[in-house]
């Protein structure tokens, strides 16, 4: 709930996006300031990863603002935003099957503006491959990957232009116990290094572990936010998230 | 790598060489011959250019050729012949800019479609003019171009392209181009302006296409929309392209050679029966090469080299 001082990362405010009679985000808004991590939870279809695409440039909202470091990119094309430090992985995995480790991570920073040097580029993705735990792989062709170096790659690649804010769809489901402990302590480090992220997530461990505050989603609309622990607790949102029963994961 | 790319280099430079005394020879058929293998050469590369790391499958290639064939046949006896050139290469990339802008958000089959179809608006529209405002069905093309002239700009012209190529796969665009060929969604997010990405090397393949035609059309007295805008030329080039390999830049050569040699000796020696042959060996290709000659040639040396970068062929 603390809210420090100067123009939140990211700022969300009266957001709206119908497909056809569906409205699958509803006058949304929250606000995420520097260095923290907002978990943005709801059920299935509650409208988490349309809203990630409004934010991200893949659709655009019907009505509403959002502002990343106060800039308004309603609307603005995918690549302009990611140009503006906005980075996001996907719900579905998505690497570039048909290049190397290497490659996946330079298609992150090769597009930025201004253009980095070839060899602090380099030196910049032998570090990145470093960080996900996925040095000495850098030639192997990301076909190749199992799933959670799939999820490290996919990671890498979107720090590689040292984003202002992070979107993460569900970047820990599918992981095995051992592995969720790595992808969490690997999703702190980030925050260590004051990246501002916005998690959609279902692992509830990963939610408590790492979210300093949650919005919680529903039928399109937010329907409960603030403190993690206060959240998970709110009873509108165990009816709505968990239909009644109460959160044992 | 760089010691590699240089003798490469040298040697690509001695071919060039040596492929420019063909006119030399003094035998007519073998001049032809050669005029249609640099051809489809230069056309199934600059197909590749666009199509083979997009994967965006064009059959525009007829349209583009045609407009460049129509430029010289309406305006090579006025203006002098690089001027004509230069006006036929900047029709045709403005057409293909313009093109490319409305439809290169067009994905999968739609865009196969659309291209499909502007072959035929253009033919259709050239038709039209002719018939309504000039009053002709075709035009004689009388330029004082010689078959070995024809030859040697089309070699200048393979040159080029090979050298725009490599110079683009090195490039910032180049390598654009392949991530969006991965996954377009993901090539957004990286960064990328992809409609620009795509338009621009759309452009710049389509131009060579005009080039093409433009160069070829002195080789027939006479023109008429139906023979320059001859909707073969785009599957033909489409073929040997993908029977190359078009993933690589030296992929398509390596489908236009044995390709062209193969329509020569089959339509002279089973002229009734040629196309049906032709399906037959077609088939055979795409079921035993999915990724064409090129992607034989590296998963041969991979295996030779020991290399453990074992690429599924996909």
Known sequence: MSRENGTPVLEVAGLRRAFGGLVAVNDLGFAVAQGEIMGLLGPNGSGKTTALNLMSGVLRPDAGTVRLMGRDIAGLASYRIARLGLARTFQLVRVLDGMDCRENIKAGLAFQKPHLPATEAEVRIDTLLDRVGLAGHDRRPAADLTYIDRKRLELARALAAKPRLLLLDEWLAGLNPSELMIGIDLIRSLKADGITIVLVEHVMNAVRALCDRCVVMSSGRKIAEGATADVLSDAAVVKAYLGGVAADA | ?314
């Open chain 2, 1 to 314: 790598m760089n010691a590699r790319a240089a003798g490469l280099g040298v040697l690509a430079l001695a071919a060039l060489v040596l492929l420019a005394f063909v006119p030399r020879l003094g035998n007519a058929y073998y001049l032809a011959l050669a005029i249609s293998l640099l051809q489809y050469t230069v056309l199934a590369t600059a197909w590749g250019m666009f199509s083979g790391p997009t994967r965006y499958v064009s059959l525009a290639t007829t349209a583009f050729f045609g407009i460049g064939a129509y430029t010289v046949a309406v305006l090579g006896e006025i203006l002098p012949w690089p001027l004509v050139l230069l006006i036929a290469a900047a029709l045709g990339a403005f057409v293909a800019a313009i093109v490319g802008l409305s439809t290169l958000r067009l994905s999968g089959v739609y865009f196969v479609i659309f291209t499909f179809g502007l072959t035929e608006l253009i033919r259709q529209l050239v038709v039209w003019f002719e018939v309504n405002k000039s009053r002709v069905l075709g035009r004689y093309v009388f330029v004082d171009i010689t078959q070995a002239d024809i030859y040697w700009q089309l070699l200048a012209l393979t040159a080029a392209v090979f050298l725009l190529g490599w110079l683009i796969a090195r490039s910032r665009l180049g390598f654009a181009l392949r991530v969006i060929g991965e996954d377009e969604t993901v090539a957004k997010h990286c960064g990328i302006n992809t409609t620009f990405a795509k338009v621009a090397l759309f452009t710049i393949s389509a131009t060579v296409m005009t080039l093409v035609g433009a160069i070829m059309a002195p080789r027939w007295t006479y023109i008429e929309p139906s023979i320059a805008f001859n909707s073969m030329i785009s599957f033909q080039v489409l073929i040997m392209a993908l029977l190359g390999g078009a993933h690589r830049l030296w992929g398509p050569v390596l489908g236009a050679v044995p390709l062209t040699l193969l329509f020569e000796l089959l339509s002279a020696r089973f002229p009734n029966t040629f196309t049906i042959i032709l399906g037959c060996i077609f088939l055979l290709i795409v079921y035993m090469l999915p990724r064409g000659v090129a992607g034989l040639f590296e998963k041969l040396s991979a295996t030779a080299g020991g290399k453990a970068t074992g690429r599924v062929a996909a």
